[in-house]
């Protein structure tokens, strides 16, 4: 192919906010992964509203729910992460967002304790630049299974 | 009186969000205006969260609604004050905040010409400072009639 081909579904997946989606719908397709996360860096930052950052964070699980990095978390650090997430939802009123890729739990946690004591405003712009690394790495899967993709239907076509 | 008996209607007047009129009405009596001032700088800036930060942006009418500040302006400034706010509250998602005290339509216009290319994040910001001046104003005038009220009573009371 070349280039990539998805549409606002993919990119709904990289990251939930609405105009995000469409935006990297509009500016695709793109040649390359460094292309398509300089627009989406350009449009996360630039052009998505307080408002859709908000529905972004919304589209993640509570971090207790998700499963990935959590793999090794003794039961009393899992509750203790739990309880932390809850305080800071009730502070900040969004979910605790973290790029959680290769970090350990008590590392989030530590991190979770860290961030609480900001002020609103700065923890939002800090969850939005954790929330953009959530965006590249989704986007690099999003290549990597096209590319696999494009190498299966080689196959497939060679066969 | 000495101290202020306000509650948390009289603070939501102040500031549509919920909960910096519950905080104000919590931590009051204030003794002073300034200490009310200060106790409205904290909570505004450290406990409402951005939620609150767009509930209370949310409770402002649009700008070409509001009449004073605006008393001196041509019909062609009034238009392209309108215009720009629109354009403005499409790109930000909330109203554009100003203190409007002590300065004229023109200069309003300007300052909202010279914001828009912000980021979003950072006009949130701006905003929400500004938000803090228009507390501080209003509070003011909430000191200044419990005063007037004050004497009023002692008038009453002498009569």
């Not at 998805?6 to 390359?32: I, N």
Request: aromatic share 12%.
């Amino acid at each position: 192919m070349g280039t990539s081909v998805f549409g606002e579904k993919e990119f709904l997946a990289c990251c939930g906010s609405t105009k995000f989606a469409q935006e990297m719908a509009s500016a695709a397709p793109f040649a390359t992964y460094p292309q398509a996360v300089e627009a989406a860096r350009d449009i996360w930052f630039n052009k998505v509203d307080v408002n859709g950052w908000l529905e972004a964070f919304a589209a993640h699980p509570e971090i207790g729910e998700q499963s990935t990095a959590l793999a090794t978390a003794t039961d009393f650090t899992l509750q203790e992460l739990y309880e932390a997430n809850t305080r800071y939802r009730q502070k900040f009123g969004f979910v605790f967002l973290i790029c959680a890729s290769g970090r350990s739990t008590p590392e989030i946690l530590a991190e979770l304790k860290k961030r609480y004591p900001n002020r609103p405003i700065v923890e939002f712009e800090i969850a939005a630049k954790e929330q953009m690394k959530i965006i590249e790495l989704r986007l690099s899967k999003l290549f990597t299974t096209e590319e696999s993709d494009a190498s299966k239907s080689r196959e497939q076509w060679n066969a």
